[in-house]
């Protein structure tokens, strides 16, 4: 279960990561790897980007 931890849980959004949120989300990734990237879960990580008004591709 450790690897589903997450070590950025219930932090908030640095302007780091939101901008690679950004660049990852603008190059098609998915969003399993943007939130393996970016250490979040990908439920959070879908949630920011709605926010942002960003699309994410869904690959399959």
Do not use: C, N, V, Y
């Not at 990561?17 to 660049?23: R, V, Y």
């Not at 939130?35 to 690959?59: G, H, N, Q």
Request: charged fraction near 40%; hydrophobic fraction near 35%; glycine fraction near 2%.
């Amino acid at each position: 279960m450790s690897e589903d931890q997450f070590e950025r849980h219930r932090q908030p959004w640095t302007t780091d990561e939101i901008q690679k949120l950004h660049t990852l989300a603008k190059k098609g990734m998915a969003l399993k790897a943007i939130a393996k990237a970016l250490k979040r879960s990908e439920e959070l990580t879908k949630e920011r980007a709605k926010a942002d008004s960003l699309t994410i591709a869904k690959l399959r």
